[in-house]
């Protein structure tokens, strides 16, 4: 029988696989301080193992799960594969690919992790070239498309929730500050971009590592039409982890070439899709850790903060933010 906390009565964890061979054993909570969800590793004696993940109805993204996984999957995109889901109960049951992760590796030696990171942006480069196509033809309910008022939305998360919950910057001098319209602007050119189906939270730890050395992509039900570069700037400036220039510089052509964008593309979109996701992930940060007392967040912000100063410096019209972010670090 499969035990949790010594509990007798768990056998909804295993659901339609409870006759499989070999799966009684040990259940442990999987700890996704980010998520809304809880994961269960089921491990028996003679080494099988599986995640059941348990979804409530708060978040909607959360009914995507399962279908995103088969779109990427069909794609050729590596995701864990999905062996049960029980809409009703909002279970599902997957392969569990371990702990190692692109953040796990974050000390390995460059050589290690380009090749790794380059494969996470191939994959990228695949969902965005044919991600939405295939999502409309296979009739996927998608999350709402970042549009101008999402965007705008973004931009406030981070003046409410870091700014002001955080920080600790007064309303008079948030609103201010919110409303420059040069910040309006970046929404703007943004909404007006090409969009392709992104992955929305494409960062190191929501890639998991196969067998030591293989990409997968996890945490994908937000999966919305956007712009393609505000995934590789999840991924570049992902505050969990420090790339130098020079790799990131490296990383961002590597992409750039495989999706054909010319050197324009990427001077003129990079730099706004850069500010929009660090504005967001900081706002996360302060949400999560101010609201849901996961403080654990909050030690984030420094990084994010320092890698948002230099890219505000390259637009025009937001030097008052820059000068009291420089106040505030």
Same mark, same amino acid.
């Given at each position: ?39 269960? #590793? ?11 993940? #348990? ?57 290690? #992790? ?85 992955? #929305? ?129």
């Amino acid at each position: 029988m499969v035990r949790l906390n010594g509990s007798n009565d768990d056998g909804w964890l295993l659901g339609p696989l409870a006759d499989s061979p070999g799966l009684d054993g040990n259940v442990r909570l999987i700890d996704r301080s980010g998520s809304d969800r809880m994961f269960y #590793r089921v491990a028996s004696a003679n080494g099988s193992r599986l995640i059941v993940m #348990r979804y409530g109805r708060g978040r909607a993204e959360n009914e995507q799960f399962v279908p995103v996984a088969r779109l990427l999957s069909a794609l050729g995109i590596p995701v864990p594969e999905i062996l049960a889901w029980d809409p009703e109960r909002r279970l599902v049951w997957m392969e569990d690919l371990g702990d190692s992760s692109l953040w796990s590796v974050r000390n390995e030696p460059w050589a290690y #992790r380009s090749a790794i990171y380059r494969q996470v942006l191939r994959h990228a480069a695949t969902l965005h070239r044919f991600g939405q196509a295939n999502a409309i033809k296979a009739r996927l309910r998608l999350e709402r498309q970042f549009d101008e008022a999402l965007y705008r939305w973004e931009q406030e998360y981070f003046f409410d929730n870091c700014l002001g919950r955080h920080f600790g910057l007064g309303s008079e001098e948030t609103s201010r500050l919110q409303n420059l319209p040069a910040l309006s602007e970046i929404a703007r050119r943004l909404a007006a971009a090409p969009r392709a189906l992104i992955h #929305r939270d494409l960062q190191s730890q929501n890639v998991l590592l196969r067998g030591g050395g293989e990409a997968v992509f996890i945490d994908f039900q937000g999966a919305r039409p956007g712009v393609p570069l505000y995934d590789v700037a999840s991924l570049l400036l992902d505050p969990y982890v420090s790339l130098k220039n020079e790799e990131r510089t490296e990383l961002l052509f590597f992409y750039c070439s495989a999706m054909g964008y010319p050197d324009k593309i990427v001077a003129e979109e990079f730099p706004l899709c850069a500010i929009q996701r660090l504005m967001q992930a900081m706002g996360a940060y302060g949400f999560l850790g101010h609201t849901k007392g996961k403080t654990e967040f909050l030690l984030h912000i420094p990084t994010a903060l320092e890698r948002l100063k230099i890219f505000l410096a390259q637009i025009p019209g937001l030097e008052s933010l820059a000068k009291t972010l420089e106040s505030l670090s």
